[in-house]
Nanobody, 131 residues
Framework: DVQVVESGGGLVQTGGSLRLSCAAS????????MSWYRQAPEKERELVSS?????????ADTVKGRFILSKNNANNTLYLNLEMNSLKPEDTAVYSC???????????????????????WGPGTQVTVSS
């Protein structure tokens, strides 16, 4: 069974930093992307950042230059970390990690729209940035 678990959310002041971690175990995709999504109350889900098996990497314009994505693999588990710097109140959201069998082009087109119906998702972790 595939399990996706996130950790690292919390409360931080504007300008602060947080690190989110994700572990996806049991993933046997040969074609895959691992991603962080976020959704704030009354807002649409947003694809924040993603990295795929071929090395393609994506950052939303809203986080480019502030967030850094990294990954590693070990013991059949994919690890995905998101270093979030210079945080703003508009970064406040529930952040979810997902492992999806796709490429980056398809992910950018469909990932946020399909949400948890597509691939394996963790339960999410709350990030709150106070002003």
């Amino acid at each position: 069974d595939v399990q996706v678990v996130e950790s690292g959310g919390g409360l931080v002041q504007t300008g602060g930093s947080l690190r989110l971690s994700c572990a996806a175990s049991g993933v046997t995709y040969t074609l895959w992307c691992m991603s962080w999504y976020r959704q704030a109350p009354e807002k649409e889900r947003e694809l924040v950042s993603s990295i795929c098996d071929d090395g393609d990497t994506y950052y939303a314009d809203t986080v480019k230059g502030r967030f850094i994505l990294s990954k590693n693999n070990a013991n059949n588990t994919l690890y995905l970390n998101l270093e979030m710097n210079s945080l703003k109140p508009e970064d406040t959201a529930v952040y979810s990690c997902a492992a999806q069998s796709t490429n980056l082009v398809t992910l950018k087109a469909l990932g946020a729209r399909l949400g948890p119906n597509f691939g394996y998702w963790g339960p999410g972790t709350q990030v709150t940035v106070s002003s």
